[in-house]
Every structure is written in structure tokens, then in C-alpha cells.
């Protein structure tokens, strides 16, 4: 049998039961371990107090004194090679450098700072500073914010130079593009007795002004002043800027600012404010302007504007960062309007200026401007007292084609994008509806297309291209006239109706090379070519044109019409010169033929034209007619030393019209097949003239 176990008595209460072997110990037990028992803390002395808070003492004293009694002039060299090595160029301090920073707004002080030219502009100084004082709110410079109670400047004098090249010696940067300047917020901001030289060689611009910025200006309670003196091209310059009270000056309050600019005749003023005081990447204006020439804003504002008449134009300008806008322009240039909206990005390799721009009614005489010419004189006419003298001399010189010579330097310096749109036209020398015009210029290259004017009948449509990437610019111009009316162009009106009806076609296309309109054109190859490819005459000047003086006359009081069967006139154009070999111009009773050539250097004409009856005549007085004179103005004459009295015979077609296979094409391919034109064409094939084929030339600009 097995045994059972006998069972243990249970423990005595008060005695301690000991632990099975293999049981876990009681935690109160293994807690009491002596190494888990922490050690007494002794509480210290009052001695040893006494010491710890002596030393504590001794180097608070130590620090308040060496802060009393430290040389701070010790760190000018460190703060010389620091500014130096960020401005590009050599920083000094020659006075003394003091430091207040036992006070929850500590202060500093530099007496003789002096800031040296970058190599290129000379020894000179670019500036100096008897002293600035800085003081700032201890809490927020520790959160690394810079939080300025005071900033004072002392008689600082300053010398800005822009040299040719366009460099700048206060450009910090080292050549890379900067954001604008953007100081930490001002409370109190001073300047005493400052002195300011500019001088820029580029624009040719000497100012010399003062500046004070105070609590209180004058009765005006104005707070900052900027004034000064000088000259732009010559002409006397004189420049306002005031601003508000510079105290208590609060970031998110606009801080208002008044301009006013006189340049010669130009005169600049505007009202307006910077959003975030001290930030100068960002501010607008209302500005008005008004001046006699809009291409002399260039020295005041770095963008190269065409030359215009004289201008009155407000809008709202305003600066975003690196990019310049004005938005709703409106006013008036020379007797046209204007409007739109203008931008211009100065952040780039060079300024991009992207513009749309309108005119409800557009002067056509305030164009001439744009090309070096100047409006016409007269009673009503807006126009400059120089404008004035160069069109009176362009006048007395009986000349057309402008001379005055292109900057191409402002064109080399800037980009642009300008859409331009007139609804409508006036004064112009043949009726025009509206047109526009997209012209951009990139790298010294500027593109004019598409350029399209309407006629009441008809377009003008094309491009024109200035490349002044070279040393000499060249001017390209392609251009045609489509489905236009000779009656639109040519309004000749003989007894209440038009003596000239039918449709009319044409074609330019010049390149030549010159810095102004007059030497493009004097130098000009290419073609200038017009067809009429159908109408209708009145019968009387189809036979004057012959001349038959005595059937001529004796049309004159009848509207007899006869059909215009084809015209056309060819210029072939060498170095300025269009000769004109090939001018045929078929009516039912005469053909007319002529030729000639038009010096577009000297501005002056010589054409002569033959007139041949298709038909026998008993009595015919033939006498060629003559076109002669300045383009300005041609006189028509005849020559009568040439007038015989003989019989006449109709003339074979053939050898006047099959130049003809080569001209129309080069107009419009169509013409070749679809017009009266053509039919003569056909006519000289079937009398066995050779029709020639189009040149390769010519062919090949279609």
C-alpha cells in the first residue's frame, strides 16, 4: 500500500515561516535586500551653502564687470572682415564700437564706418557714416527676431556710380540677381544731415540731394525727406520724395510716401504707400506723367520706350518683388488714346516688359514718331516745339522716309511682348478701318507679326523684322495687299462717280540695312510688285492716258466705262533704287506700257509711260506721259517734243505680257489662273510669245 503524506502543521502565529526551496521570497523581503536599499541622504550645511552661492555670486560679478569694463573695439576687426567679405569689397570702423547689453533693450554704437568702391569704380569711398545707432528688444532676439526700438544714422554721405557697362558699386550681390531690400520692422527710424551723389553714366544722370528722416518735418508733419538737384542729358532734374512720420511706425499699416519728379519738360507725381513698412520689394502708387517724348522716360526708368509724341498718361503702379506693373493706363498720347496694362520683370538677364495695349482712335500722324518722323504741323496738331523743327526741315527737304539714327544699345538691353490693337483710324493718307500688331524683341532681335491694317476693302498684312544683333541693324519687311479696291486706294472722282473701279493685289518685300528708316530704305533689295487683275475705266482717261488728246477730250462729258483687263507694275529694287521695267496697263481701246525707277535714297521718282491704241486711228497725237519729282511731291507732265501725228496699228500683246508668267505668282498663285490677267497670258500664247517661267527667286518667296 502507499503511504500517504503527512501533512506539515501549519506555522505558529509570530513565528517566521522559512521559505520552501525553489519558492519566490516575499517583495517586502527582496525589496529590504542591502543593495537595493537606498542610500541616507545627509542634508547639506549651512556651510556648504554659503560656499556654492558665493561662487554663483562671484561670477555673476565677475560677468556684470567684464561687461562694464570689456573693450569692445576688440571686435572691429572680426566686424570689418565679416562685412567686407559679405559686401564684396573693403568695410572700416574707425571710431569707436560701443555695446550696452545690460538692459532687456540693449544697444549698440559705431562711430566711422566708411565703405570702400568695388575695384572697378576707382580709390574713392562709396560711402561713410559718422554714426549709427541700433537699439532692439532683447526677448525676440533670443527667438532669433530681429525687433529694432531704434535705428540712427549720422551724417551719412553716400557717392552711387553706374558706369557704362551697367555695373553698380553698390550692387552687393557680386554680380547675381537680389531680391529688393527688406529690413526687420523699425519702430524709430532717424537719418541726420545725409548727403547723396548719383552719377550714371549710361543714362547720362548727375543728381546731388539731401536726406533727413525725423519725427516731424516741417509744418507739413512730414517724417522722411529725400530732395535734390541735378541733370539728365543735360536737361535739369529736380526730385521730391517725402513720407509720413517715421515713429511708431506699425508693420501691417501702409506707410504713405509723396513723389514728385521734374526731368526737363517731363514732369512724374505720385501718391502712394508700402503695405509692410521698411520692406521695399513691395509698394504702389497712383502716378500721373506727362512729358513731349515718351522714349525720354528711359533714363528714370530703364526701359527703352519708342519715341512719341507728346503724352499725358496716369495709372497705378506697383512693385512685387524683382516685377514692376501699371495697371488701368489710361490718358492720352499726341491727339491718340491709350490704355491697358504694362508689366515689366527686372529679375531676368535683361527686362522683360510684356504689354497689352489699345486705342479706340488712333492719330496716324502720331506713328511717324515711332519711326523717327514727327507729326504734321497744323492747327489743332499735338506735337513738340523739336518735333515741330524736324518736321518743318523733313518739309523744306521735300523728304518722306524719317533719318533720325535707332539706339540699338536700349533695344540690345531689354526683352518685350507688346500687343497693340487701334479700333480705329483717322487722318490717314489712304482709308484705314483699324489694325494691330504683336511686336516682340528678344536679344537686340525685334519681330513685328502679325501686323495687319484693315482696310474698308481689304487687309495689309505681314511682318517686319529689326535685327540689331549686329553692328549694323538690318530691316526686313514682308508685306501684302489683299483683295483690296482700287476705288479704296486710288478715290479719283470724275463727275460724282469713281473714275477707277475693280480689285487690287500687291506685295513688298525689302531688306536692307541702316540705324534708321531713311538708310533701310536707301540700301534696300527685294520687289515691290501691284496687279489689278480686273475693273473698269472711264473711257475718256483710258484714251488721255494714250495720250489721244482729241478722242480724250471728247469723251470727257460722257460716263462711257471700258474694262480694265490687267495692270500691273514690277519694281525690281537694288541698293535703294526700284526700277521699274515692266508697268502694263490693259484697257479696251489702249494698251499702256512704261517704265521708270524710284530712288528711295534721294526720295525722288522717274516714270514714263506710253500709251498704244488697239485700234487705227486717222488722227493720233502720241505723247508719252511723265511722272517726275519728289516723292512728296510727283508732278505729271507729257513729253511734247515726242508727239508725231501717225496712223496706228493694234500691237501684239505677247512681248509686254508674258513677264507676267513671273510677277503673279509672286503676288498670289491664284492670279495666275483665276484672273483677267490670265487671260492675257493666254492671248500671248496663242499670238506664239514665249511665256517665261517664274524665276527661282521669286518662286521661292511665295
Excluded at 491704241?613 to 502720241?622: A, N, P
Excluded at 495666275?672 to 500664247?685: H, T
Aim: proline share 8%; with cysteine; hydrophobic share 40%.
Amino acid at each position: 500500500m502507499s503511504q500517504q503524506p503527512v501533512p506539515s502543521a501549519p506555522p505558529r502565529r509570530g513565528s517566521k515561516a522559512r521559505p520552501q526551496p525553489g519558492a519566490r521570497r516575499p517583495l517586502r523581503e527582496r525589496l529590504s535586500h542591502p543593495r537595493l536599499t537606498p542610500p541616507k541622504l545627509t542634508p547639506p550645511t549651512k556651510k556648504a551653502l554659503g560656499w556654492t552661492g558665493g561662487i554663483l555670486a562671484v561670477l555673476a560679478l565677475a560677468i556684470a564687470i567684464l561687461i562694464l569694463i570689456w573693450d569692445w573695439n576688440w571686435f572691429r576687426g572680426p566686424l570689418e572682415r565679416i562685412a567686407s567679405a559679405r559686401m564684396h569689397r573693403e568695410v572700416t570702423i574707425a571710431g569707436d564700437l560701443n555695446v550696452n547689453l545690460w538692459s532687456w533693450r540693449p544697444s549698440a554704437t559705431v562711430d566711422g564706418i566708411s565703405i570702400a568702391n568695388p575695384a572697378w569704380a576707382g580709390q574713392g569711398k562709396m560711402g561713410t557714416i559718422d554714426r549709427l545707432r541700433v537699439r532692439v528688444r532683447l526677448v525676440p532676439l533670443l527667438w532669433g527676431k530681429a525687433d529694432i526700438r531704434v535705428l540712427a544714422v549720422e551724417r551719412p554721405n553716400f557717392s552711387l556710380l553706374a558706369d557704362a557697362k551697367g555695373r553698380k558699386n553698390w550692387d552687393f550681390s557680386d554680380g547675381r540677381a537680389k531680391a529688393p531690400m527688406n529690413l526687420p520692422p523699425v519702430q524709430r527710424f532717424v537719418i541726420r544731415d545725409g548727403q547723396l551723389k548719383y552719377l550714371d553714366a549710361q543714362r547720362d544722370i548727375r543728381f546731388q540731394g539731401t536726406i533727413n528722416a525725423r519725427e516731424r518735418l516741417g509744418a507739413d508733419n512730414r517724417g522722411f525727406e529725400l530732395t535734390g538737384r541735378g541733370t539728365i542729358n543735360g536737361a535739369p532734374f529736380r526730385a521730391d520724395v517725402v513720407g509720413g512720420p517715421l515713429l511708431n511706425i506699425e508693420r501691417d499699416k501702409p506707410y504713405p510716401f509723396d513723389v514728385d519728379l521734374r526731368a526737363g519738360q517731363t514732369y512724374i507725381t505720385a501718391r502712394g504707400a508700402v503695405p509692410k513698412p521698411f520692406d521695399m520689394g513691395r509698394f504702389y502708387m497712383n502716378a500721373t506723367a506727362r512729358g513731349p517724348d515718351m522714349a525720354q522716360l528711359f533714363p528714370l526708368t530703364g526701359v527703352a520706350l519708342p519715341n512719341t509724341p507728346p503724352y499725358s498718361l496716369r495709372g497705378r503702379l506697383s512693385r512685387d518683388g524683382l516685377v514692376w506693373k501699371i495697371d488701368n493706363l489710361g490718358g492720352r498720347v499726341g491727339d491718340s488714346d491709350l490704355s491697358g496694362d504694362v508689366s515689366v520683370d527686372t529679375g531676368r538677364e535683361r527686362p522683360f516688359l510684356k504689354a497689352d495695349l489699345s486705342s479706340q482712335s488712333l492719330d496716324w500722324d502720331d506713328l511717324g514718331a515711332l519711326f523717327g518722323a514727327a507729326p504734321k504741323v497744323g492747327p489743332g496738331e499735338t506735337i513738340s516745339p523739336e518735333q515741330a523743327a524736324i518736321a518743318r526741315t523733313m518739309t523744306a527737304q521735300q523728304r518722306l522716309l524719317p533719318d533720325a539714327p535707332l539706339d540699338v544699345s536700349r533695344i540690345r538691353a531689354m526683352d518685350a511682348d507688346v500687343s497693340y490693337r487701334a479700333v480705329s483710324i483717322r487722318d490717314t493718307p489712304v482709308k484705314l478701318n483699324s489694325g494691330s500688331v504683336r511686336v516682340r524683341l528678344e536679344g537686340g532681335l525685334l519681330r513685328a507679326q502679325p501686323l495687319k491694317l484693315d482696310l474698308p476693302r481689304g487687309q495689309v498684312s505681314g511682318h517686319v523684322n529689326l535685327d540689331a544683333r549686329k553692328a549694323t541693324p538690318v530691316t526686313d519687311l514682308d508685306l501684302r495687299l489683299t483683295n483690296s479696291r482700287i476705288e479704296t486706294l486710288i478715290p479719283v472722282q470724275f463727275q460724282g462717280a469713281p473714275a477707277l473701279t475693280g480689285s487690287l493685289v500687291g506685295r513688298a518685300r525689302l531688306t536692307g540695312e541702316g540705324n534708321s528708316v531713311h538708310k533701310a530704305f536707301a540700301s534696300a533689295d527685294g520687289e515691290v510688285m501691284v496687279v489689278a487683275p480686273g475693273g473698269e475705266i472711264r473711257k475718256a482717261f483710258a484714251e488721255l492716258m494714250g495720250v489721244n488728246v482729241v478722242k480724250g477730250l471728247g469723251l470727257l462729258n460722257k460716263k462711257d466705262t471700258t474694262p480694265i483687263r490687267c495692270a500691273v507694275a514690277q519694281f525690281e529694287t537694288r541698293d535703294g533704287v526700284m526700277r521699274a521695267n515692266n508697268i502694263v496697263f490693259d484697257t479696251g481701246p489702249v494698251l499702256v506700257t512704261g517704265k521708270g525707277s524710284v530712288n528711295l535714297g534721294a526720295e525722288r521718282m522717274d516714270l514714263r509711260l506710253r500709251g498704244q491704241d488697239k485700234k487705227f486711228r486717222l488722227v493720233r497725237v502720241l505723247m508719252p506721259v511723265t511722272i517726275k519729282g519728289p516723292l512728296m511731291a510727283p508732278k505729271l507732265g507729257v513729253e511734247p517734243g515726242s508727239a508725231i501725228a501717225q496712223g496706228g496699228a493694234a500691237v501684239t500683246l505677247g512681248s509686254l505680257l508674258s513677264p507676267l508668267a513671273a510677277i503673279l505668282p509672286f503676288i498670289d498663285p491664284g492670279l495666275a489662273k483665276d484672273a483677267n490677267c490670265a487671260a492675257l497670258l493666254g492671248e500671248a500664247q496663242a499670238d506664239g510669245a514665249p511665256v517665261k517661267s517664274a524665276p527661282k527667286a521669286l518662286t521661292a518667296k511665295r
